[in-house]
């Protein structure tokens, strides 16, 4: 076997961190396949997540603050004699009206904020400047609520012009802080650790963002006590002192984000997403679905130069997938504006009817705060009490669960409100005690656990990174979207009427709590009503009673298709110390220039996984499979310089396309023997995070992928359940206990990496201790890998001079278009191929009675081409254990 990591793995000699490790077994873990028996925990939270958890809490001290003496500053008259204290004298439907107009503007500006931040400056300066108009808008409601204010007459305006810039302020916080605080957290994949108990957990990110939005929604109602403060400062001072308190904090706020600037992870914006999503929509729309609207199926179709942006380098299957994920994201909220006109009424309303009430010395606007005190309880419990305990148990409490929990909630406490109501209009006036109010504020508290933390999750889980504050803004749009509705209920939210009111929220709430399919939340979910899964609710977690392991590069994902396709994927996870998406020396697959050449051996098994690797490839493309979105049909011309065997030829001639063997006349100086034919190139790190999102998706089996590091081949087994192990540990077969396979060595290559716009075809020249070789990747930028060597046993990971400018010599040798003056040279890297003796591993090995090891190793640089022809022959080895279990078909 000959040419692996040059096109398998490449290694930066620019960054100190990519130096090659001479310690292989590091590098690599076996990898079990489905239910692991492991607990799941979150991980530990960042302290600077906390950071932005403060000042999340002082806008929430400030935004509620300031909100909860507006009811009845807006209200009641300026009388300072009176019981309940006032300044405007409008009544309670204005007093409704307006309160909700500030609720419309302050959420449906979230959208403003969103689109300055995904667009222009990024998300911190985003918080910051709404900061600034923060205090200033408070600024303008302190000076126009002083009493001298109020009796000239410009406290309404004052109100009107404040609430304007306010809106502003709290939307471009709400907009961003909520994604700014997520993204502090860096780490996407799973991962197992051993805790001080000595107990074997699987630490989950989803698990860890869980965790982050529940403390952060608690510090939000931390922040939202500060009603306690200002209405009992509004009741025994003035307003305008009352309003002071939060314009004092805000700054604080201010300055504190400020000056912890430099702590902060933070992402930029990326050209223009907002603007490039539309686009996509746009030719979405025009052809009738998003899977149309890739530019592959565009370029199959004839359609793409209908599109002018879809011929742009950053148009791509993989940025149109992002987008419809997105708007995925969005249809999930259609509903929640019913959740909030019941949430709405807390901070209203229910004001309104507790002044009706006997307060015996109670502020009639101090009860909105038995809403945050109810949550300020209830998520520690559940962080540390409930969802621990529903995990031990495997119950999985599904995130339209969660929402449909909540929503029934919120309607209870319409109907009790609706009781009250009819109560107190039966009764003497005053005469019912305000607290007995305590359960409808409670109740729409605990709504709040399930249905906003919820929400805030799937905004940001569910939303391309590029667009996660545009997504975030249309989840606080649907309060918006209440409030604006609340505003058209403003004639019935006054007496008499109040009770119908209260019960027809109800009656909305307990309809909207109906949970949707699972096809409106999860894209893949429809495909399950095609089959008879003898499983739990949760697709992704069901029982298993085998694990198959192998590793997350191309042979380990091929072998976890292959699988999937016989129907094991509820069976597998896959476990490795770097998965797709990971950049590292020690991860090879990701890196390569991936095609389908000549360049395997002359053995029988190379040719034949060759050939099944090639079919197998090309029917995906002819298919318009989706594990193809990566893969291209390319012009490919391969040359020897010593002729190649007769069964090699031989072999090739009876399957590659369009295959023509190069006369001898129009073969170049020193070379042997020719070959024209259609190839396939593949975008490899593209191809491989394709295919583990693919893999994780329902119907494919819901792969499970966590990231753990094994020391012996023995440790694959994590589970008592594990009955099978692939092992495809590429260069870890040399050292790694279990295997030590001496056979096994590297073999060096380097590379130049470039964009070069105008190749558009495979070129190759095989020589004794060469390759030379021009593969265009497809579906990028324009980027294409040039190399290279083969220097067998070289594990020297430092960049030479003289085989770079070897390699520009001879690739431009080949192809002329490569002298151009629009390719640019990337990187220069060096990477090392896995490569064995007598070819590679494909072997079944008994270790003891139900347990199995499937070895896969040592393709050299052929992974990508023979990788899904060694993977059929390993599923194969093990058919007879596989055929024995209760497996279904999901493909």
Known sequence: MTDSAMRESLISPHDPEENYSKDHHLSVSAIPLHDVNLRRVPDHIPWVVLLVIIVELGERFTYFGLSGPLQNYIKNPYNQAAELPGALGKGQAIATALGNFFKFWAYASTVIGAIVADQFIGKFKAILVACMVYIVGLTVLVATAIPASIRGGSAFGGLIASMIILGLGTGGIKANVTPFCAEQYQKTHAFVKTLKSGERVIVDPDLTVERMFMWFYWAVNIGALSPLITVNVEAKASFWLAFLIPLIVIVIVAVLFLGSNKLFLKTNPQGSPIVDAARTVHIAIAERSFENAKPSLLREHGMLEAYPFATKAEYTDYSVEKVRTGITACKLFLLFPFYFICWTQIWNNLISQAGQMALHGTPNDLLQNLDPIALIIFIPLLDFVVYPLLRRYKINFRPELKVTAGFLMASMSMVYACVLQYYIYKSPPNTIHVWIQAPAYVLVGFSEAFVIITGLEIAYTKAPESLRSLVSALFWLTIGVAAAICIALAPVSQDP????????????????????????????????????????????????????????????????????????????????????????????????????????????????????????????????????????????????????????????????????????????????????????????????????????????????????????????????????????????????????????????G??????????????????????????????????????????????????????????????????????????????????????????????????????????????????????????????????????????????
């Open 497 to 748: 009427y109040l009770v119908w009111m209260y019960g027809s929220l109800g009656i909305v709430g307990f309809v909207a709590e109906t949970p949707p399919h699972p096809s409106r939340w999860f894209p893949n979910a429809a495909n399950r009503s095609r089959q008879s899964w003898k499983f739990p609710p949760n697709p992704c977690h069901p029982p298993s009673k085998t694990d198959k392991c192998a590793r997350a590069g191309i042979i380990g994902l091929n072998v976890a298709l292959e699988l999937s396709k016989r129907g094991c994927g509820r069976h597998i996870t896959v476990i490795a110390k770097h998965l797709p998406g990971d950049v590292h020396v020690d991860y090879t697959s990701p890196w390569a220039g991936a095609n389908f050449s000549g360049i395997s051996g002359n053995d029988p098994n190379a040719l034949r996984w060759d050939k099944a690797g090639y079919l197998a490839l090309m029917k995906l493309i002819d298919n318009g499979a989706e594990e193809a979105k990566y893969l291209s049909k390319t012009q490919s011309t391969e040359y020897w310089d010593e002729q190649p065997s007769s069964e090699k030829i031989k072999s090739v001639t009876e399957y590659l396309r369009d295959v023509q063997i190069i006369p001898r006349a129009e073969l170049p100086p020193n070379v042997a023997f020719g070959l024209r034919f259609t190839t396939i190139t593949l975008n490899a790190p593209a191809h491989c995070l394709h295919l583990k999102s693919l893999l994780s998706q329902d119907p494919y089996g819901c792969v499970q992928f966590i990231r753990q590091e094994v020391s012996s081949l023995k440790d694959a087994f994590i589970s008592k359940d594990t009955t099978i192990v692939f092992n495809c540990i590429g260069n870890a077969a040399m050292t790694l206990p279990g295997v030590a396979d001496s056979k096994c060595y590297p073999t060096r």
């Open 750 to 891: 380097q590379i130049v990496l470039v964009r070069a716009p105008s190749v558009n075809e495979n070129v190759m020249r095989h020589g004794k201790d060469y390759e030379t070789y021009i593969i265009p990747r497809p579906n990028s930028d324009s980027t294409v890998i040039l190399g290279g060597y083969l220097q067998k046993g070289d594990s020297d990971s430092q960049v030479r001079e003289h085989e770079r400018q070897s390699i520009l010599r001879r690739t431009a040798g080949l192809l002329p278009a490569l002298s151009r003056r629009q390719t640019k040279i990337l990187k220069v890297a060096v990477g090392f191929r896995p490569s064995r003796q007598d070819g590679a591993r494909v072997e079944r090995e008994d270790i003891v009675a139900g347990q199995t090891v499937v070895h896969n190793y040592g393709a050299g640089g052929t992974g990508y081409q023979a990788g899904m022809g060694m993977a059929q022959d390993a599923v194969g080895l093990v058919q007879d254990i596989l055929g024995s279990l209760p497996l279904f078909s999901s493909l």
